[in-house]
């Protein structure tokens, strides 16, 4: 098939979100991802990492169209839930981890503000945010007026509202100021993100497990920030971090793959690519939404979101 093309999929929280303390928090279904991994199997040939890297060198022709799974942050319903799953149908899956989360029990802020959202009525968590901003700096705080076409590409799946202030606390306000603040109140409503964390992150006996049942384990930064906004030396630092921790605590594998954290073209850019490469990363995903075809980049393979997934497009 000369035209055949790459799909891969993004997952995040796949859970039975009805039947958890927090149902807001958005994700998929268990029950629909299954539904969704039955489709995908009739629909496409299942790519393993190794299949879909020699797809775009050019070295592997499919005979339709490929199509691969990917899942971000290392949740332990990963582990437990979707592992076996795949592993029952004889699907590899990519698991991209925050290496920081597993080695240092933290609850990364970008997981701490999806669970206070989710907890939280949004304008009364926004208000408090800002509240403890101003005790904590003296200062009047409010939000920056932000291009809005920049805020609807990089969190499309959310209302205005939420999108810039995700925008905001992710990408703009300064990190040290905003992890305290959000800690702050994680600790207030929540209680103790390092407890919290056992419970939301698989470990890395589960991710050698993982690895075992055929999956493959890949790098997402060790702190889960946008690598474009980073100082280059603190973006040698983390992505060097990220990659002798996987080294250390993992088996080996024929290719290691990474994630950039958000994954727009905002989120990464050439000096991140450069870092990613001097560590010894395979390739790494995006969430540039896009077909990848032989030829595509491979530090910059284009995503589509677990939601929209073409599955009719196979």
Avoid at 239 to 261: A, I
Avoid at 271 to 276: F, K, L, M, P, Q
Wanted: charged share 25%.
């Amino acid at each position: 098939m000369s035209d055949a093309s790459l799909h891969i999929v993004t997952y995040h929280y796949v859970r039975d979100l009805p039947r958890t303390p927090f149902p807001r928090i958005k994700g998929m279904l268990l029950s629909d991802f299954e539904k969704q991994v039955d489709q995908l199997r009739g629909a496409y040939e299942m790519a393993t990492l190794d299949s879909a890297v020699a797809f775009l060198n050019g070295t592997y022709q499919p005979s339709r169209n490929l199509c691969l799974l990917t899942f971000d942050d290392g949740l332990k319903e990963h582990f437990a839930e979707v592992t076996p799953l795949l592993h029952e149908r004889g699907v590899q899956g990519i698991f991209h981890v925050i290496t920081g989360c597993l080695e240092e029990r933290r609850t990364a802020p970008v997981h701490m503000n999806h669970f206070l959202m989710a907890k939280l009525d949004f304008k009364k968590y926004k208000q408090s945010f800002f509240s403890e901003m101003e005790e904590l700096t003296g200062e009047a705080a409010e939000m920056p007026v932000f291009d809005p076409e920049v805020v609807r590409n990089t969190y499309s799946l959310d209302t205005q509202p939420i999108a810039e202030f995700k925008y905001f606390f992710n990408f703009i306000l300064e990190s040290g100021l905003r992890d305290r603040v959000v800690t702050r109140m994680f600790e207030t409503h929540l209680g103790d993100p390092a407890s919290f964390s056992d419970g939301l992150y698989l470990n890395w006996s589960e991710a050698k497990q993982m690895q075992a049942a055929g999956m493959v384990i890949g790098g997402h930064t060790h702190e889960h920030r946008p690598l474009a906004t980073l100082p280059e030396e603190q973006l040698e630092v983390d992505t060097k971090l990220c990659r002798d921790l996987l080294r250390k605590r993992l088996g080996e594998q024929p290719l290691w793959p990474f994630c950039y954290p958000y994954g727009r073209q905002n989120s990464f850019n050439p000096a991140a690519v450069r870092s990613v490469q001097r560590e010894g990363f395979d390739c790494a995903f995006t969430t540039v939404t896009g077909l990848n075809q032989p030829g595509t980049d491979l530090y910059r393979i284009h995503r589509v979101d677990c939601n929209q997934a073409w599955i009719s497009q196979a």
